[in-house]
């Protein structure tokens, strides 16, 4: 193998984890059930140490945490509550699963890239996903929550995948996504609070 060809199939590599780190964003146990099935199925190959997530009683494991938690967040204010806990866990398990695929990487360079880049990238989906949810909250009284809940995990999904096939455009798509969402809630926040300003100089 040609070191040219080496360093571009590490920058896929971290491509592909930072991708699933993202997806760890919208739902904790997704990317992680999805990660651990194409190991099983033998279209990926893990880090040292990760074939565990490969492993029967890992994979019920995590599909068994996968639908609870899935189910949780139809609950009414419960979804709330979930945020307070899965804010933390999403960036760990977009440390696990950046980590897991970097296997060609020294363990030094690949545990920082997971910790800094996986566990940004999960930390910053999930911040917009919390304001998403706080936002429908508001605005519809929770009502929309169940639409923000099946779109997180459709995003989840289909982030986890496709970050096997189009890493890059995932990463650039789950960038303007949560770019416009922080957007939005910073323009909802200000524009409230410049209309009490006014309201309260008249």
């Known amino acids: 193998m040609t ?3 080496d360093v571009v199939q590490s920058i896929v590599a971290i491509a592909i984890g930072l991708g699933l780190a993202a997806a ?4 904790v146990f997704v990317p992680l059930l999805v990660l651990g099935v194409a190991a099983r199925t033998g279209h990926l190959g893990l880090a040292p140490g990760f074939d565990w997530l490969s492993t029967s009683p890992a994979l019920v494991a995590l599909g068994t945490a996968t639908l609870a938690e899935v189910l949780a967040y ?3 204010w419960l979804d709330h509550a979930l945020d307070l806990i899965a804010t933390p866990a999403a960036v760990l398990a977009g440390v696990l699963a950046s980590v897991s ?3 060609d990487l020294p363990p030094a360079l690949r545990w920082g890239v997971g910790v800094i880049g996986g566990g940004s990238a999960a930390g910053l989906v999930q911040g917009a996903t919390v304001l998403a949810r706080l936002k429908s909250a508001v605005t519809t009284a929770g009502v929309a929550n169940p639409l923000v809940a099946t779109v997180e995990l459709v995003g ?3 982030t986890s995948l496709l970050s096997f096939v189009i890493p890059f455009l995932v990463l650039g798509a789950v ?3 949560c770019i416009v969402i922080f ?5 909802v926040a200000f524009g409230r609070r410049r209309a009490r300003d006014a309201a309260a100089t008249q």
């Open 3 to 5: 070191p040219q060809l």
């Open 74 to 76: 139809y609950v009414p």
């Open 183 to 187: 957007a939005i809630s910073h323009r």
């Open 175 to 177: 960038a303007v996504f």
């Open 24 to 27: 760890a964003g919208f739902r």
């Open 156 to 158: 989840s999904l289909v």
């Open 101 to 103: 695929v970097l296997g």
